[in-house]
């Protein structure tokens, strides 16, 4: 069934508004406008009043549940809520001080581990993370040589994971701060930069590692990837699904109304049309309704005529 956009013009075609669903600050169920079926005049002299009063009475009763509602899409409200806390739960690799919140001694070869922690700042940043794979899945080395073979340089604890003064005078970036309050260290020779839109966005050129006892420190790594696919699924499906499950029962109401429900007036010869509601227009019934008057399809037309003769007894004669 194709869409239609428009209803026969001519003088027999008689169109029937729809209100209701939501639109034009009518928010009871979509019906048809009753009155101005049965007081056309073309409706009433082919199929008579009664008959077209009980036919919208009926279908002003029906097509409610036929007819698609627009509140499906407030389905898109928990799909978006999902998504934005998936956005918000997005996060890189980040490293934390546990149970041991103080900084090696940079000068020191190869420190007693076992009441301090020694950071490297490591050439590359997440783009360049693939050279660093094994370390993610086997645990970072504890050997000093490990990380200078990398080209990575121990950090003092006086040394900053920013490469400039954060903006925030009142803010410590120092590793042995960050340590010491176990605040999380995202990786090291960072810096702000806009955005598209104009919005700063931290970038770190290079990757923070800890050398240390395995539970001196903890490390999260980044979930961006697995979370950023459910949060766009979630809002993209927010959308989708209400919208297919919108049209199906749109094109299920137009079905309704074209193939059966006036299946008896289009026997008749009437023909019927409807326009589904829009963005910019609202959805109307449309009928065609033959010239003819009222006769139905197939009956004969009788004529009788009067003749007179001597007696004054009147004859019929059918033509």
Known sequence: MGCTFSHPIGPQT???????NGRG???GPANFDKDSAINDQRLIHFLGQEEVNRKFTEL????????ANPLIFLFMVPFYIGGLICFGLLHGDSLMCTNVQKICNASILEPDLTDCN????CPGGE????QYDDWYKNGFPTSSNKYKEKNCKAMAPSDGIFLQKFKDDDY???VSYLCRHKKKMIGCNCYYEKNRKGRPELVCSDTLF??????NYSFQESNFVPYFIIGMLCVQLGWILPFIVYMKKLCSAQRFLKD??????KEKGIQVSYIAPSKHSDGSLGFVVPSTGGIGVGERIVIAEVVSIDNDAPLVKGL
């Open 14 to 20: 008689v169109v029937i508004k729809e209100r209701g």
């Open 25 to 27: 600050c009518q928010c």
């Open 60 to 67: 002003n009763e029906i097509f409610p549940k036929k007819q």
């Open 118 to 121: 020694r950071p490297w700042c």
């Open 127 to 130: 783009d360049e993370r693939s």
């Open 172 to 174: 410590d970036d120092t």
């Open 210 to 215: 800890i050398q240390g006892n395995t539970n």
């Open 260 to 265: 059966e429900f006036f299946n008896d007036w």
